[in-house]
């Protein structure tokens, strides 16, 4: 069993930046591929960004792409994301997601099993 841990989140300016924190525990997250998503009010849940297992290929999502960087230290179990530039149409809440099973891709948003309990972010104009 994993848990997932998020922190970083706020209330910012448009033009601002936010750097999301993911700590897992229980469990190493080494071998997993993570990745964050966002749901604002009224909205589905969606994929922002995801990363393999090895940090070496990501994801991100066209809304975000270019303003967005998702990382990981493995070492310390941890997955990052960085946003800058951000934008109204950014505000949501933010949860950091593993996969069940490892050595994926993260691009996938079905096979992803393990959650936290998110992390708001507010972004005014």
């Known amino acids: 069993q994993v848990q997932l841990v998020e922190s970083g989140g706020g209330l910012v300016q448009a033009g601002d930046s936010l750097r999301l924190f993911c700590v897992a525990s229980g469990r190493t997250i080494s071998i997993c591929a993570m990745g964050w998503f966002r749901q604002a009010p009224g909205k589905e849940r969606e994929l922002v960004a995801a990363?393999?297992?090895?940090?070496?290929?990501?994801y991100y999502a066209d809304s975000v792409k270019g303003r967005f960087t998702i990382s990981r230290d493995n070492a310390k179990n941890t997955v990052y994301l960085q946003m800058n530039s951000l934008k109204p149409e950014d505000t949501a809440d933010y949860y950091c997601?593993?996969?069940?099973?490892?050595?994926?891709?993260?691009?996938?948003?079905?096979?992803?099993?393990?959650w936290g309990q998110g992390t708001q972010v507010t972004v005014s104009s």
């Open positions: 997601a593993s996969e069940r099973a490892p050595y994926g891709m993260g691009r996938r948003p079905d096979l992803y099993g393990y």
């Open positions: 990363i393999n297992w090895s940090g070496t290929s990501s």
